[in-house]
C-alpha cells in the first residue's frame, strides 16, 4: 500500500502566482522530504523537513509538517516556468533513512 | 556534468528477453539504489546496496537481479522479460545507507514489447 500521497493528481498556476502541493502519510517517520522531477530527469531533492519540525524554508519553498494529521505541504511563491515538473513526497517511514516511500506526484504547469 | 550515469537512456526489448541496465555514481557515495517508476504509479524502491552487499530487496521477482562489480557500480539484470516491466528505472546514491537525501540518475527507460 502507498506511505504517501500528493492530494492532486495536477495544477498549473500562471507565473507569478503561489501554488500549494499537499501530501499525507501513513505511518510514523523520521522526515518528510519533497522532490522535484523535471521532464527526462531523476528526482532531485528540495526540502526535507525532521519529524521534530513544523516548517522549513528553502529559497522560494516552504514546507509545513504537521504529525498529528500525518500531512505535509509544499508551497511555492513567485512560481517560475522552470518550477513546472512533477513534485514528490517521500517518507522514510520511521526505518531512519533506510528506505524511501514516494507517493504518485503532482505534476505542476506554470503557464507563463 | 551528471554524476550518476546510466545506460543506455532508453531500451526496447522484446518478451522473454534479458536486459542489463548500468548504472555508475561518481560521488563517492557508499549506498546505491534501484527504483521503478510506471506510468501512473509510485516511484517504487526495489533495491538498496550499502558498500557492495544487498541491504534491502523489495523486488517480488527474481528476475530482477542488482549486480555489483565495484564500489561505485550496481547494474540491475532483468530476465525473462515482460510487457509489465516497461517502466523507467532509476538509480540512486546517498554518501552511507541511512543519509538523509538521494541522489538520482537520470533513468533507462524500458520498453518491453
Known amino acids: 500500500s502507498q506511505l504517501a500521497e500528493e492530494n492532486s493528481w495536477a495544477l498549473s498556476v500562471h507565473e507569478g502566482e503561489s501554488v500549494t502541493v499537499n501530501c499525507s502519510y501513513k505511518?510514523?517517520?523520521?522526515?518528510l522530504q519533497w522532490y522535484r522531477q523535471k521532464s527526462g530527469k531523476g528526482p532531485a531533492q528540495l526540502i526535507l523537513i525532521r519529524s521534530n519540525e513544523r516548517e522549513k524554508r528553502n529559497g522560494r519553498l516552504r514546507a509545513t509538517l504537521d504529525t498529528s494529521s500525518q500531512s505535509s505541504s509544499l508551497s511555492i511563491t513567485a512560481t517560475r516556468c522552470e518550477d513546472t515538473a512533477v513534485y514528490f513526497c517521500a517518507t522514510d517511514a520511521d526505518t531512519g533513512y533506510q528506505n524511501f516511500y514516494f507517493g504518485k506526484g503532482t505534476s505542476l504547469t506554470v503557464i507563463p | 556534468d551528471p554524476k550518476i550515469i546510466q545506460k543506455p537512456k532508453y531500451l526496447v526489448a522484446v518478451t522473454g528477453s534479458e536486459k542489463i541496465l548500468i548504472c555508475e555514481q561518481y560521488l563517492g557515495h557508499n549506498a546505491m539504489y534501484w527504483y521503478r517508476q510506471s506510468a501512473k504509479k509510485p516511484l517504487e524502491f526495489m533495491f538498496s546496496y550499502s558498500y557492495q552487499k544487498l541491504m534491502d530487496n523489495q523486488t517480488a521477482s527474481s528476475r530482477f537481479q542488482p549486480q555489483s562489480s565495484k564500489k561505485n557500480h550496481l547494474d540491475l539484470q532483468i530476465t525473462a522479460l515482460k510487457p509489465d516491466d516497461s517502466a523507467t528505472y532509476f538509480c540512486?546514491?546517498?554518501?552511507?545507507?541511512?543519509?538523509?537525501?538521494?541522489?538520482f540518475g537520470h533513468g533507462t527507460k524500458l520498453s518491453v514489447l
Open positions: 540512486a546514491s546517498s554518501q552511507d545507507r541511512g543519509a538523509e537525501r538521494l541522489f
Open positions: 505511518t510514523s517517520i523520521t522526515a
